[in-house]
Structures are given as structure tokens and as C-alpha cells.
């Protein structure tokens, strides 16, 4: 797991997707990373270490077709 040091006015929303490409479906697992990190408020202090998990990759959704 990588870290980062959270910017001024930045929230957890704006570090997953600036640490994940814009993939703010990140954010539940940095706050699953980081217990405590929500403590914190909204707009984390300048300077907070968060950890950074592994991207998990989204599982496949099943093709239905509606004329078999």
C-alpha cells in the first residue's frame, strides 16, 4: 500500500481521484484503509498521511439476453 500526504482544502473524494485517475469509487476503501480517517471531518488538515489500497477490479457483470 502507497501513501499520500492530503493537500490543503482536499477531501478523501479529491485524493481517490487524483491518486486513482478520477475513480472515486475508491473512496469506501481508502476510509476502510484508514480507520479513523472520517473522524477527521469532510476537508482532511493539511498534511494527513492516508494510505492508499490496490485498485480491486469491479467484478463482471452477467449478459443477459432478453430474446434466448
Known sequence: ???VIARQGETVDQIAA???GGD???TLAILEANPGLAALGPIL???TA???PERVAAPAAATINLWD
Do not use: I, K, N
Open 1 to 3: 500500500m502507497a501513501a
Open 18 to 20: 487524483r491518486c486513482y
Open 50 to 52: 492516508v494510505t492508499l
Open 24 to 26: 472515486t469509487a475508491m
Open 45 to 47: 488538515p493539511h498534511g
